[in-house]
């Protein structure tokens, strides 16, 4: 079975600061790894995905986020936290086997709140 | 282009009453996936849909929840005889084509039910 831990459920950060939202993750194969931001009343966005290749990757708004597989985490970062970016944070993972279907796992979420 | 939508944005309704939940997805995606975010549960998946495949219903709760999908776009999601703890926002998403697994989810702005 698959699972994701998101141990932090809210993290405080001053603008201009760097901010880490923490993920590990479980699977027995190879992991898909991705990370979403949803904004009070909406859905899920697509931030960024790890698949294969170079550890360390780029996503929209800024963010990126590594790849560690010694320490089955893959952890949201960002140099320099705005306001805007507050905001509810998921960590999912998928075992990356051919049809193996493509059910997402979700951690719990990580309120990420980014003050003046 | 247009992404993910749902309908209704709000539901709310009396224990034992039947609902219908709407989905559409993004045009031209094969793979549908419905889960449901409700407190202290975070995202639970539900139910995926890719092309004519067999439906992976793993996720449903209860033989009350059922889901359909189709022309291979519009999906429905049903629950009947509904309860109290049916109350969540349930979240439609798509994907381009889910076997990979490898392609990200892009998700509606949901469906918020409550149970009176």
């Known amino acids: 079975a698959q699972s994701v831990a998101q141990p932090e459920d809210q993290v405080n950060v001053a603008e201009g600061n760097p901010l880490t939202v923490k993920c590990t993750y479980s699977v027995s194969g190879n992991p898909y790894l991705f990370w979403y931001v949803q904004y009070p009343n909406r859905g899920l966005q697509f931030l960024l995905k790890?698949?294969?290749?170079?550890?360390l990757v780029k996503g929209s708004y800024g963010f990126e986020a590594e790849f560690n597989k010694s320490q089955t985490s893959f952890h949201l970062k960002k140099p320099s936290a705005l306001v805007s970016d507050s905001a509810l944070y998921f960590c999912?993972?998928?075992?990356?086997?051919?049809?193996?279907?493509?059910?997402?796992?979700f951690g719990t979420g990580t309120q990420l709140k980014v003050e003046l | 282009g247009a992404g993910v939508s749902q309908s209704p944005s709000n539901k709310v309704t009396e224990k034992g009453k039947d609902v219908e939940l709407r989905c559409d997805p993004i045009s031209g995606h094969t793979a549908l996936y419905w889960y449901r975010q409700s407190l202290g549960q975070g995202l639970e998946f539900l139910i995926y849909?890719?092309?004519?495949?067999?439906?992976?219903k793993s996720g449903l709760p209860s033989d009350r929840f059922s889901a359909e999908r189709t022309g291979g776009s519009v999906s429905t999601l049903t629950i009947q005889r509904t309860q109290q703890e049916d109350s969540a926002v349930y979240l439609c998403?798509?994907?381009?084509?889910?076997?990979?697994?490898?392609?990200?989810?892009?998700f509606g702005p949901g469906t918020r039910l409550t149970v009176l």
């Open positions: 998403a798509s994907s381009l084509a889910g076997t990979s697994g490898r392609d990200e989810q892009f």
């Open positions: 999912a993972v998928r075992e990356g086997l051919t049809g193996g279907g493509n059910k997402l796992t």
């Open positions: 790890y698949i294969t290749g170079d550890n």
């Open positions: 849909f890719q092309g004519n495949s067999a439906p992976d």
